[in-house]
């Protein structure tokens, strides 16, 4: 299995500009996550799709973030526009949903490091 | 409100050293997971242990739900070990994760 693939590994960007973070999760799993990583803040989950459906996306911080799961094996994170104090490592998770509840194990892709400018 | 925290925030041992960190939270879970992130920090999975305990080679856990705290056990440890151990739980209110602050482990040659 190849596990959560993001992409890119690193990105670096001015100010006001847009980035988009991807994701792939593993295949098979139906629950994802988006997580955002700093040294004040700590990991901090963003939003989670079950079945490509948002379901809480109250840890966004802004309007200026975005995320959207078109099918069950790709998700993308957008911010628009950018600011540095968005810099950060963005990480993704998926799983595989055990009926209503989450029961099972969650697996954590190798992380996007943002750096805006 | 809703907490999890780790004990210590920050372990320093001697290569060989044995070591127990600790998690605890305020309230009933269905999940529980440790991770460690490796100083590329990559998060790695290590136990998934909502109950009962687990071990794989040097490394062992012990959750004690009714008691609200989980134990992770490091024996014999390696400068591989190093970096930082997160407890992260599932509410039985809810299905996403919460992260503990961490413990940061340095091994020593």
């Known amino acids: 299995d190849a596990g959560v693939i993001q992409s890119p590994r690193h990105e670096v960007t001015e100010m006001g500009q847009e980035v988009t973070l991807r994701c792939k999760p593993i295949?098979?799993?139906?629950?994802l996550f988006w997580y955002r990583q700093t040294m004040m803040r700590g990991l901090e989950l963003l939003i989670y799709?079950?079945?490509?459906?948002?379901?809480?996306d109250s840890g966004m911080p802004e309007d200026r973030f975005s995320a959207k799961m078109p099918n069950a094996s790709f998700s993308t994170l957008k911010i628009q526009p950018s600011e540095p104090r968005d810099s950060a490592v963005y990480f993704c998770?998926?799983?595989?949903?055990?009926?209503?509840?989450?029961?099972?194990?969650?697996?954590f892709g190798p992380g996007t490091r943002l750096t805006v400018l | 409100g809703i907490q999890v925290e780790q004990s210590p925030p920050d372990l320093i041992l001697q290569e060989g050293a044995n070591s127990t960190l600790r998690c605890n939270f305020s309230?009933?879970?269905?999940?529980l997971q440790w991770f460690h992130q490796n100083p590329w920090g990559q998060l790695i999975n290590l136990f998934y242990i909502p109950s009962g305990t687990k071990q794989n080679g040097r490394l062992s856990a012990t959750t004690v739900a009714t008691e609200r705290y989980s134990l992770l056990y490091i024996s014999s440890s390696q400068t591989t070990d190093s970096g930082v151990y997160f407890c992260a739980v599932v509410w039985n209110t809810g299905n996403q994760f919460y992260f503990g602050t961490g413990t940061s482990l340095t091994v020593i040659p």
């Open positions: 295949s098979g799993h139906n629950s």
């Open positions: 998770a998926s799983q595989k949903l055990a009926g209503v509840s989450s029961y099972n194990e969650q697996f």
């Open positions: 309230d009933s879970v269905n999940n």
């Open positions: 799709f079950n079945n490509n459906v948002p379901i809480d």
